[in-house]
Every structure is written in structure tokens, then in C-alpha cells.
């Protein structure tokens, strides 16, 4: 699938796993070679026409099926807020159409900064209808420490990411409050607590470090393994 970055693409990836919708037939063409508008970055040097891409999509499609019914647990990191979607037709783009492939229509490509009763939504449905073909599974939920490199908001980037991540960071604690098949896992705060002093980030201040990587990932295993609960203390 690519990325899926916010939940309205979650949403409209598992419509069409659970056969809820159908993926539009549109395309990307540049320099001769096609794109997937729903996943541009999957094949970089594009396919060689509408058949194999779409036939590719539908592998990825019935995969993702797959990891719905036969999945115990499904992880999901809440990472943005800025959209961008078809206004005609109403589906989205998981990303700005004419960065990677595409042409910008500033007629018919429309940003949207999400909520929180937006995204809440979004989610919800989404795990329902995963639910409703697996009613054994449960959700982790996470936020992305990482913050925006850029905004179409018209704010600041580092006002931006502090609204953002504070929209997702709601929406994660107030489901895993409402849903007792959702828990939440807090990575997005063993990198961004002010008592770790940004010592999980690279020197540019944006990706996270190895070291920081690994705390956090240790620290999920430990978790689910663990049998009993443990407090977890940052280093």
C-alpha cells in the first residue's frame, strides 16, 4: 500500500479490502510510464501500462485482505492530518498529485487539514469493517514523533506539527479510552518527552536515531510479552 498516513486512507484501503468499494480507474502518466495515483512511490520508475499497474494494485488489494483476516493484532501509527483529495469523486491521495507523478488541478485536487471528529471517524469505520471480517482483532495504536518538513496550512512547520501531532495524540487516547479492542502504545512520547532532552533524533532534528528506534521497539516487545504490567522509565 505504501504509507498510510492518515486515517481516511486507512479507511479507504480497508473499503476496498472488505469489497465495501471499488479503487477509481484513475491513472498517472509521466514520461511514458504509469502511475498509481493510491500508490505513487510503490514502483519508482512507474509500470509499463494501465493493466499491470492496476493488476499490481490488486495484489497489494487481496494482501492486505489477507493480513485482516488472519491477523491477531493490527498496529497503526496516526501521522497526519494534511490531505489532499479528488474533489469531484471525493477519494484521496496519499500524497500532493504532481510531487512524485501526476499534475497539480487546483480544480479538482483540494487540501483538507483533518479533526479530530474527522479522523475519529475515519477510524472507527475502519475498524469496524476490519472487525466485521476478523471479530477477534485488536488495535495498537501509535503517534509519529516525526515532525512535518513542510505545511500547506499556511502556518509555521514546527505550529503545524505541534497541531497535528496534538489532533492525533487526542484521537489516539480517546479510542483506546471508548474501545476495549484498541490499546495505545506510547512511542510518540518515549522520543518527544522533554525528559529525553532530543537525544532520539538525528542532528537535523527530524528523523529518529537508531538508538532512539531501538529504545522504543524494545520497549513494545517487552510489553507484550511481558507477564505482568511494568512500568516503563525512560533511560
Known sequence: TGNIYTTSILEQWTRWATGAATPPNEVWVKDGRVYDPFRPAIEPNGFVSKQEMWASRDVAIAAFRTCIETSDYFV??????????????????????????????PERHVFENQTV??????????????????????FILTVSPVPLTATNSGNHVMVA??????????????????????????SFEFINSPVIKGTFFEPNQRDVNPHGVSYVMDN??????AKNSEKVVPP
Open 161 to 186: 506539527t505541534m497541531e497535528s501531532k496534538s489532533i492525533l495524540r487526542a484521537v489516539a487516547g480517546q479510542v483506546s479510552r471508548e474501545r476495549e479492542d484498541v490499546d495505545y502504545f506510547p
Open 117 to 138: 471528529v474527522s479522523i475519529m471517524g475515519c477510524l472507527g469505520r475502519a475498524m469496524d469493517m476490519m472487525r466485521a471480517v476478523n471479530p477477534g482483532l485488536k
Open 220 to 225: 513494545f516487545f517487552a510489553g507484550i510479552t
Open 76 to 105: 497503526f501509527t496516526l501521522g497526519l492530518t494534511e490531505s489532499w483529495k479528488n474533489a469531484i469523486d471525493g477519494y484521496e491521495y496519499p500524497m500532493c498529485p504532481g510531487t512524485v507523478a501526476g499534475v497539480f488541478n
